[in-house]
């Protein structure tokens, strides 16, 4: 009986923090050199975790570069050319892009190509559609063209909500499916 109290007990608390969402931003820099960052934040911010990870300055590359091991490449391409493996993993997706909510998005791109007429033809459709969405509060996107010269700079930053609890269901699924048994067998043996 006191077992069945503290086995519910645990699995009501796991659902109660499940509930809490998870915030998270992505930043995206264009410039001289290509800049990602994803900030993640959970628990009132008990969890934070940052990617790429910085801490403070770099240190130095003291061993040489390793050539990927061929067996991950082989078991991504087989991953990719299975059907049931690319529904399973388009599944998960859809799955955890469906939780997501977008709470803010600005964007600032500047696109040139080296003709004129071709960033006209790519910036024209893109440029009318960005204004669409920037007519949402949430979102303000700007796509401008340059046509003096062949250029890609800008930034994107997205702040999104997403609620765990949310996610049990879909990940559940996958992990029962073969191919997230065959990839949870893969990362555990690795």
């Given at each position: 009986?006191?077992?069945?109290?503290?086995?519910?007990?645990?699995?009501?608390?796991l659902a109660l923090v499940l509930c809490i969402p998870l915030y998270g931003t992505v930043e995206l820099q264009v410039e001289e050199e290509f800049g990602f960052r994803v900030k993640l934040r959970w628990l009132f911010g008990a969890f934070k975790r940052q990617f790429p990870r910085r801490n403070g300055k770099a240190a130095p590359n003291t061993r040489e570069p390793s050539r990927p091991e061929r067996g991950q490449f082989q078991f991504a391409r087989e991953m990719l050319t299975d059907d049931e493996a690319r529904s399973a993993i388009g599944k998960l997706l859809r799955g955890v892009f469906r939780t997501v909510k977008m709470e803010r998005l600005e964007a600032d791109f500047r696109l040139g190509l080296d003709d004129p007429a071709a960033t006209a033809m790519v910036c024209g459709p893109a440029g009318a559609a960005s204004v669409l969405l920037s007519l949402n509060t949430d979102y303000?996107?700007?796509?401008?063209p340059v046509f003096e010269e062949a250029t890609c700079t800008g930034y994107l930053q997205a702040v999104?909500?997403?609620?765990?609890?949310?996610?049990?269901?879909?990940?559940?699924r996958?992990?029962?499916?073969?191919?997230?048994?065959?990839?949870?067998?893969?990362?555990?043996l690795r």
């Open positions: 009986m006191i077992a069945g109290i503290v086995i519910g007990s645990i699995i009501g608390a303000d996107i700007w796509l401008l999104f909500r997403c609620r765990p609890i949310r996610l049990v269901h879909t990940v559940i996958f992990l029962i499916s073969q191919t997230g048994r065959r990839i949870a067998r893969r990362m555990i």
